[in-house]
T-cell receptor, first 113, second 113 residues
Framework: DQQVKQNSPSLSVQEGRISILNCDYTNSMFDYFLWYKKYPAEGPTFLIS?????DKNEDGRFTVFLNKSAKHLSLHIVPSQPGDSAVYFCAASKDGGNTPLVFGKGTRLSVIA | NAGVTQTPKFRILKIGQSMTLQCTQDMNHNYMYWYRQDPGMGLKLIYY???????DKGEVPNGYNVSRSTTEDFPLRLELAAPSQTSVYFC????????????FGSGTRLTVV
């Protein structure tokens, strides 16, 4: 029973274009959402987060959008760079981020120069 | 500033053997977590701890044990290793469970043959 779903295992984007990674969740108790980035042979690193009281959060080239009614969030990367090539994990938490994270399966992003 | 350190990085076990995966953090974080990542899958929570002397089960605790005698260390014990425990194991820590503050180690790749 997957509570956090990333239905696209991989995504290929040209350098300079927009990358859009999608994530859906089923548990309506989730109120804090995060994106983590993972390079091979490394642990995941935090990228950006959003609370359920917001519908958008921006940090430089990265923007996360949250649609609570659809239980859907997306990560936009503009412009995409070759160094963005990595696996991106969507994660969710309850109680304002104070319960252990539940992760999706990840989406492998390849940015082609 | 080491962050979260996991040892060993790689290990091959025979079926039925036991081992301990070590995890230590130097950030004085009170929350610590163990996740496993199987190929093509997201990270699944094995055990977590909210402080020294306190541990709790996650989604996939069977076949594992943990202890938390100090703030810094959170070892994961595998008893009677099975091929199903072949995975990459990640330890993480955070300050008071704040989801955006998860710091992950670089992982231990375990193969059970």
């Amino acid at each position: 029973d997957q509570q956090v779903k990333q239905n696209s295992p991989s995504l290929s984007v040209q350098e300079g274009r927009i990358s859009i990674l999608n994530c859906d969740y089923t548990n309506s108790m989730f109120d804090y959402f995060l994106w983590y980035k993972k390079y091979p042979a490394e642990g995941p690193t935090f990228l950006i987060s959003i609370s359920s009281i917001k519908d958008k959060n921006e940090d430089g080239r990265f923007t996360v959008f949250l649609n609570k009614s659809a239980k859907h969030l997306s990560l936009h990367i503009v412009p995409s760079q070759p160094g963005d090539s990595a696996v991106y994990f969507c994660a969710a938490s309850k109680d304002g981020g104070n319960t252990p994270l539940v992760f999706g399966k990840g989406t492998r992003l390849s940015v082609i120069a | 500033n080491a962050g979260v350190t996991q040892t060993p990085k790689f290990r091959i076990l025979k079926i039925g053997q036991s081992m301990t995966l070590q995890c230590t953090q130097d950030m004085n974080h009170n929350y610590m977590y163990w996740y496993r990542q199987d190929p093509g899958m997201g990270l699944k929570l094995i055990y977590y701890s909210v402080g020294a002397g306190i541990t709790d089960k996650g989604e996939v605790p069977n076949g594992y044990n943990v202890s938390r005698s100090t703030t810094e260390d959170f070892p994961l014990r595998l008893e009677l290793a099975a091929p199903s425990q072949t995975s990459v194991y990640f330890c993480a820590s955070s300050y008071e469970g704040r989801a955006y503050g998860y710091t992950f180690g670089s992982g231990t790749r375990l193969t059970v043959v």
